[in-house]
């Protein structure tokens, strides 16, 4: 069996394979692995595989230490992927980013794909049928956007993502929530088509955070993947 750890930014996701198959998935609050070592001691896992978007410390290699894992890999650039990694500064990419584009491949039936993860930031990785990452786009999220319209304006209310939405804003509240949130969804659809001209059979996974009602002429071709990232992990742990 297979252990796979997702570090963000504000939380640890973790996921438990044999073989392809999701047998345990948890999620913790901030950065803390404690609860590793009770995973650990359920599965008999041989294999281990790190991935952060944070600095990994000496205390989360210990806890990760402590669970007794004999074969344990900390993605970065140098490790060896079943994707051709066409970014130009690959030693920038998140390895989130890069774990999400494998993800897609394993998942995509041998199309081109797209993965958009909403998380603190709206992230977009593009891969071919090949097996080309060829990199991808970075925008503020959700949460992001509205915080920004507060701190970064005089008057302007900080406006929960929950709440009353018409279709057009009939007051300050709803006119930042319809703002964003329609925005982040032209946003999404409007990559989307624009790939479909060039990738004509094109997949999308979308994964994180808020699942949008998107146009009936993009929605066929979107496919909402939570553990695209851990599922990826799992894959690049195959060749080790």
Same mark, same amino acid.
């Given at each position: 069996?297979?252990?796979?750890?997702?570090?963000?930014?504000?939380? +640890?996701?973790?996921?438990?394979? %044999?073989?392809?198959?999701?047998?345990?998935?948890?999620?913790?609050?901030?950065?803390?692995?404690?609860?590793?070592?009770?995973?650990?001691?359920? !599965?008999?896992?041989?294999? /281990?595989?790190?991935?952060?978007?944070?600095?990994?410390?000496?205390?989360?290699?210990?806890? *990760?230490?402590?669970?007794?894992?004999?074969?344990?890999? #900390?993605?970065?650039?140098?490790?060896?992927?079943?994707?051709?990694?066409? !970014?130009?500064?690959? $030693?920038?990419?998140?390895?989130? $980013?890069?774990?999400?584009? *494998?993800?897609?491949?394993?998942?995509?039936?041998?199309? %081109?794909? =797209?993965?958009?993860?909403?998380?603190?930031?709206?992230?977009?990785?593009?891969?071919?049928?090949?097996?080309? #990452?060829?990199?991808?786009?970075?925008?503020?999220?959700?949460?992001?956007?509205?915080?920004?319209?507060?701190?970064?304006?005089?008057?302007?209310?900080?406006?929960?993502?929950?709440?009353?939405?018409?279709?057009?804003?009939? %007051?300050?509240?709803?006119?930042?929530? /319809?703002? +964003?949130?329609?925005? +982040? $969804?032209?946003?999404?659809?409007?990559?989307?088509?624009?790939?479909?001209?060039? #990738?004509? !059979?094109?997949?999308?996974?979308?994964?994180?955070?808020?699942?949008?009602?998107?146009?009936?002429?993009?929605?066929?071709?979107?496919?909402?993947? $939570?553990?695209?990232? =851990?599922?990826?992990?799992?894959?690049? =742990?195959?060749?080790?």
């Amino acid at each position: 069996m297979n252990l796979a750890i997702d570090i963000g930014n504000s939380t +640890v996701k973790v996921a438990v394979f %044999d073989g392809q198959e999701l047998v345990h998935y948890d999620k913790f609050e901030g950065h803390s692995l404690e609860g590793l070592e009770k995973v650990s001691r359920n !599965y008999a896992i041989e294999k /281990c595989i790190v991935s952060s978007t944070v600095n990994v410390t000496d205390d989360m290699k210990s806890d *990760v230490q402590a669970t007794g894992i004999e074969k344990i890999v #900390y993605l970065d650039s140098t490790t060896r992927v079943p994707v051709k990694n066409l !970014y130009r500064t690959p $030693r920038t990419l998140g390895t989130d $980013r890069l774990a999400a584009a *494998v993800g897609a491949y394993s998942q995509s039936g041998g199309r %081109d794909a =797209l993965v958009v993860d909403m998380g603190t930031a709206i992230t977009y990785e593009l891969v071919t049928a090949q097996g080309e #990452y060829l990199g991808g786009n970075i925008s503020p999220g959700v949460e992001l956007r509205l915080k920004a319209l507060h701190e970064f304006t005089a008057k302007l209310p900080k406006v929960d993502r929950e709440g009353e939405k018409p279709f057009w804003g009939i %007051d300050t509240e709803t006119a930042i929530r /319809c703002g +964003v949130l329609d925005g +982040v $969804r032209h946003e999404i659809e409007g990559f989307v088509k624009e790939l479909i001209v060039k #990738y004509p !059979y094109l997949v999308v996974f979308l994964t994180g955070g808020n699942i949008f009602d998107f146009d009936s002429s993009i929605k066929k071709r979107i496919f909402v993947d $939570r553990y695209i990232v =851990l599922k990826g992990l799992n894959r690049i =742990l195959k060749d080790y």
